[in-house]
Structures are given as C-alpha cells and as structure tokens.
Nanobody
Framework: QVQLVESGGGSVQAGGSLRLACAAS????????MAWFRQAPGKEREFVAG????????SYADSVKGRFTISRDNGKSTVYLQMNSLKPEDTAIYYC????????????????????WGQGTQVTVSS
C-alpha cells in the first residue's frame, strides 16, 4: 500500500513563493511517475507538474512553466514543488499523486493514470 502525505501549503501574497512536499511510503518507486495536480473551487482537478522517479525527466502545465519547479529526493522518497511568482489564480488545493502504469511518449500525466493520491494541501494567493 502506497501512502502520500503533502505538506507546505499556506497563504501568501501575489509574487510570493511556497514549497510543497510530498512524502511517499509503502514501497519502492522505481519506474513510477509522480505528479502534482490542483483543484480550485468549482473547477476540475488539473495537472500541474510531473516527474519520473527514474531518470527525473519533468513535465509542466503551460500555466506554471517558468514559475514552478518539481524535484525529487530519492533517499527521502519525497517530491517537492517549488512555486515562485505565485498568482491569485494559483489558489487551489494541491494534490500529490503516483502512477504505477507504464507510459512513454505524450499523455503520461493524464489524471486517470494516477492511482494513489494524497489528502491535499491548501494554497491561497491573495492579490
């Protein structure tokens, strides 16, 4: 059984920064993909950033490119999301997720491919 625990959310003014962490436990994660999704009130849950546990290649939503950085610490089984230049539209609950399915090429960060989810952490950006 895989468990994911997010931390690091909070409230910040526009232009500020936050760092989210997602600690994973339960088994080894070689070959898996981990990702951050977010869900704002009244909106669908959307992909934010993803990383392959092996190799470390990353992917980002266009809305966060150049502002957010996803990284991992293999030794701690933890994935981070560094969020800079935050905007009010970044306000949402942020979820960490793991996908165990094999995937190559495009479309590997589709929400339906992710089968373990954290409880979420609130990020609020005020103008």
């Amino acid at each position: 059984q895989v468990q994911l625990v997010e931390s690091g959310g909070g409230s910040v003014q526009a232009g500020g920064s936050l760092r989210l962490a997602c600690a994973a436990s339960g088994r080894t994660f070689s070959g898996y993909r981990m990702a951050w999704f977010r869900q704002a009130p009244g909106k669908e849950r959307e992909f934010v950033a993803g990383i392959r546990w092996t190799g470390g290649s990353t992917s980002y939503a266009d809305s966060v490119k150049g502002r957010f950085t996803i990284s991992r610490d293999n030794g701690k089984s933890t994935v981070y999301l560094q969020m800079n230049s935050l905007k009010p539209e970044d306000t949402a609950i942020y979820y960490c997720a793991i996908s165990r399915s094999y995937c190559s090429g495009g479309g590997c960060y589709v929400r339906s491919l992710f089968d373990y989810w954290g409880q979420g952490t609130q990020v609020t950006v005020s103008s």
